[in-house]
């Protein structure tokens, strides 16, 4: 399943005033972007002091949940945050667009994830029994035999070696 190009602005007004306060303004206005590529999630956090990346592909994103507190100041919980805890974006108060991007999260993470890559897997061992089976018809029209079956893999047993 192939995904579009999204991106979302996930600035927290709260942890960036803080910030800003904090620091007398050295470090600016902290901006927080999150790009959702068609195979990875990319955490954007910027000011005038720091510049990280955080980039994960949809696989490797755990679980992606939402979380609430006071009751109206809503966050997205998952591994692409890393320590920062959550995306908390605008006030807090962005129900919408928090969910918004869970769901997306999720669809992601399904569509391209683990459970995609077990999906590509069982669909190209079809195609390979498929294959086979094209083998096995163009062999017998040709009046070629089979070649054998590969063998298992015995374990090999060396003889004890006796004491003179």
């Known amino acids: 399943q192939t995904f579009e190009f999204r991106e979302y602005d996930v600035t927290s007004n709260w942890e960036a005033g803080c910030g800003m306060l904090s620091t007398c303004g050295i470090i600016g206005w902290t901006k927080k972007k999150l790009t959702l590529d068609p195979d990875e999630a990319v955490l954007k956090t910027d000011n005038f002091c720091c510049h990280t990346v955080q980039k994960r592909p949809y696989a490797q994103l755990g679980s992606v949940d939402s979380s609430q507190a006071c009751g109206c100041c809503w966050g997205v919980k998952s591994d692409i945050t890393g320590a920062e805890g959550e995306i908390s ?18 669809a992601r993470k399904l569509g391209r994830g683990n459970v995609a890559q077990l999906k590509a897997q069982e669909q190209l061992a079809a195609r390979v029994d498929h294959m086979d089976a094209k083998l096995d018809a163009i062999l017998n029209h040709l009046n070629i035999p089979l070649p054998p079956a590969p063998a298992l893999a015995l374990p090999v047993l060396q003889p004890s070696m006796e004491r003179q």
Request: proline share 6%.
């Open 89 to 106: 974006p605008g006030c807090g108060c962005e129900e919408a667009l928090v969910k918004e991007i869970i769901a997306e999260l999720q």
